[in-house]
């Protein structure tokens, strides 16, 4: 109860100055513009002590049990595979800028507790008249950091 008195008491005290400051400035050519300003600080004085009541209310939702940490194995196997579909994607823009079309490629990587990535190697698939590509190959994946195993099809 003592708050909103001294929520009144500041409306007044406002209110006061409010109006001596009107009286001082009336017939100028600021008058609309010191207005708009008074009135923005009649409003902030009725407005901003209501912000304090807002933060002094607390809720209580009760227990909702513990919020575990852990990413759900679907959602993690589904970031596995997006992530895995990007380095293929990576993979065969690198490729095809050296004029190398390979059959088939395949990432295998790995994701740590800390969800670090670990990309294992890139098993490449190339057709049987490919095959003198594969140091190219070699030198195009070493070069993104990428291990690769190359296989021919016969």
Same mark, same amino acid.
């Given at each position: 109860?003592?708050?909103?008195?001294?929520?009144?008491?500041?409306?007044?005290?406002?209110?006061?100055?409010?109006?001596?400051?009107?009286?001082?400035?009336?017939?100028?050519?600021?008058?609309?513009?010191?207005?708009?300003?008074?009135?923005?600080?009649?409003?902030?004085?009725?407005?901003?002590?209501?912000?304090?009541?807002?933060?002094?209310?607390?809720?209580?939702?009760? #227990?909702?049990?513990?919020?575990?940490?852990? *990413?759900?194995? +679907? $959602?993690?196997? %589904?970031?596995?595979?997006?992530? /895995? !579909?990007?380095?293929?994607?990576?993979?065969?823009?690198?490729?095809?800028?050296?004029?190398?079309?390979?059959?088939?490629?395949?990432?295998?990587?790995?994701? #740590?507790?800390?969800?670090?990535?670990?990309? *294992?190697?890139? +098993? $490449?698939?190339? %057709?049987?008249?490919?095959?003198? /590509? !594969?140091?190219?190959?070699?030198?195009?994946?070493?070069?993104?950091?990428?291990?690769?195993?190359?296989?021919?099809?016969?």
């Amino acid at each position: 109860m003592e708050s909103v008195m001294q929520w009144a008491g500041g409306i007044c005290i406002s209110c006061g100055i409010v109006c001596i400051i009107e009286m001082l400035i009336s017939d100028t050519v600021l008058e609309k513009t010191v207005r708009y300003v008074l009135g923005a600080f009649m409003l902030c004085a009725v407005i901003v002590p209501v912000g304090g009541f807002i933060r002094d209310i607390s809720f209580d939702f009760g #227990d909702f049990g513990e919020i575990s940490d852990e *990413i759900p194995e +679907d $959602i993690e196997n %589904e970031r596995i595979e997006y992530l /895995k !579909s990007e380095i293929k994607k990576l993979i065969v823009r690198n490729l095809e800028d050296e004029n190398i079309f390979p059959k088939e490629i395949c990432v295998n990587m790995d994701i #740590d507790e800390d969800n670090c990535i670990s990309i *294992i190697t890139a +098993d $490449i698939l190339l %057709e049987n008249g490919d095959v003198h /590509k !594969s140091q190219k190959i070699r030198n195009v994946l070493d070069s993104l950091g990428i291990g690769c195993n190359i296989s021919v099809l016969e």
